[in-house]
């Protein structure tokens, strides 16, 4: 026995995936390198240091490294009633999935978008992005891109995304075919919400489960409340257990650590990616077999 | 027509109750007198003042004045799972109800609270709530007073309060009799739900409404998430809708201001008073009939 750790030794990170938010400290090259020194598999990616890294350039260095890029953040706003807006939020989106696609990532994560300015009605920018959607998805899959629908935290639904619960999430996916649209799990977003395993088991018999994330939630919260997310092991979210609900629900796919947090963001890079796996893998990582 | 804006003079403040919280610089003479002065009938108090100033004395205050006290906050915080801490939540409920009674109050709001140190069980913590009410319910009756269980909005669940739905709300509530325990509906918690519609239908059918409170949720959120609700019509919640679907389920009692901002804190209390009367006519008023 190993007094309740996890055996280091006897684990592995088959699954684990590093999103580049989370040591958004390292360039490009750094992280990548990192990553292959550390035995780690994949990489979640955003659009904007890999377009200042330049995009064909990124995708040569992930594949030659052998890393598999699990997600590229983020596609989505595209709540906006101005039909100038629209237009061009429905662009945005077709070169997020072209970047996707040449990244070779299977799968665009969509933050949905806020209110508009002026705007109460919640229903309607739901509306909007289900004729978003309706655009991109077919478009995202003669690429060989999933869309995954994330919901955030309803304590972003006024100024970020109008999608609060994976329940909504799914409600809007499953108006599209499940290999073009699907839910982004995300154990920051929806630790809270007790109808969120029942909604799980939904998306996993519906094949909507295209993005399985972690962070861990502790208080406070800071200002604006975007820089807060904890390291794993840190608050309150049993993740363990939302692996097993999630991989009961039959994802197989990979897991990825996204982090937003100012603390860490001060530290040296490789450092607490270091970290981040240890505490996966004490956290969240498989029990190892009995012995 | 009046342009959209609500006419003043035609419409009335039968259904309004200013929460103490709100103008909380006002001693509670103050407050009383202010009240008295703008023809506002209804005030919801709040345990640390009310005993500050001597709760005997306060019940006569408010009594004189010809004031309803629509509400006592709080009772509640009923997670803990040590003993002694259980029964000293119990005995802080009982006081809690004692001192409702006397105010002449019939309803107590209660904060569930949140996960214990070092806890991630948030369902072990719901049922600590149901095992609490099962003890304070028939004695919160035998009083006169009802107990409304407010979910509180997710960001809080956590560290304050493990009930953030109004669907949690009610499966708490419906374990007793609608007489003794009910919900609290604040706008501020709950208007990002999309479920919360067929929630409040439920809540009616169940005589479960026993208080309903406005605040305006308003971006970005300060630090600690605490004190940045927003006056009425400041922010992104449909008001006048939310009162609209509160009224069709049933409800006709007091319609409570409880906002909590730092920078209605630093004004002038009586003008903070008059201000949020008059916002509550323009935002959450009842139009005025037609001529």
Redesign the interface.
Known sequence: MNGGRTDLARTDLTRFSINQMTVKQLALPELVDACVRSGIPGVGLWREPVQSYGLDKAARLVRDAGLTVTTLCRGGFLTATDSHARVGAIDDNRAAIDEAATLGTDTLVLVSGG?PPG?????GA?ERIAEALADLAPYAADRGVRLAIEPL???Y???RCVV??L??ALDLAERFPADQVGVCVDTYHL?????APAQLVRAGEGHRLHSFQLAD?V???????LTGRGQLGD????LREWRRQVEAAGYTGPIEVELFNDALWARDGREVLAETVACFLEHAGKPPPEK
Chains 1, 2 share one sequence.
């Open positions: 209110l705007s109460r009605d919640l229903y739901r935290h309803p304590m639904a006024a100024d609060s619960t329940g909504q630790w809270w919400d007790d109808l939630w208080t406070p919260l800071p200002a604006g409340v608050g309150v979210i049993d």
